[in-house]
């Protein structure tokens, strides 16, 4: 059995829906133990990463970046990053927003590099944007063209689970992809 934490902060439930439906994708793929963590718990004990194979990290975007509580997670693993504990495991991250752009990139950009710093493989969003295919826009897989990670956008104000079916449907397939690399890539070395 592989195991992938899906870390995240969620002030208002939404980044956390989201979370919830990569791990039910995840969790559809045999041998995959997928399991969500709160990253304000981790930034406890952050050495409680070294159990997972893969890690997806996801932070609400606040004002074009990780909001403050995933930031404190970040930093937290300062010293997993100076022992390299985590290199070679995988990794990919998603954000949510209330924008349809909002900044969103520079939100990934920031879980990319904290990833890449810890000598981990990023998996990106290998998911054709399904609209040009003929779905409906609030219903296609994709719908914001996101490659590097997972996009998902609610309105402001809106009730924490109304994003529109696409954004569902993508995070599913996210957290389904992901646990195939990492059946693929196979168990990360312990030290
Ligand atoms: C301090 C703050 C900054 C925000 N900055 C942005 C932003 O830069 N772009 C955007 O589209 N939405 C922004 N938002 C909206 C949030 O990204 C959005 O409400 C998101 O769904 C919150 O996730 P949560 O419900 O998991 O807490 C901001 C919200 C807050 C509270």
Known sequence: ??????????????????????????????QVEAQLLRAEDLARTPDDLLAYDGIILGSPTYLGGVSGPFKSFMDATGRLWRTQQLKGRLAAGFTVSSLPSGDKQ????????????HGMLWVGNPILPEQHSGVPYEEAANRLGSWSGLMAQAAHGSSADAFPPGDVKTARMFGRQFAESLLRVGPAERA
Do not use: D, N, Y
Request: hydrophobic share 50%.
């Open 106 to 117: 520079s939100t990934l950009l920031s879980l990319f590099i904290f990833a890449m710093q």
């Open 1 to 30: 059995m592989q195991k992938l934490a899906v870390i995240h902060h969620s002030a208002h439930g939404h980044t956390e829906f989201i979370a919830r439906h990569i791990v039910a994708g995840a969790s559809g793929v045999p």
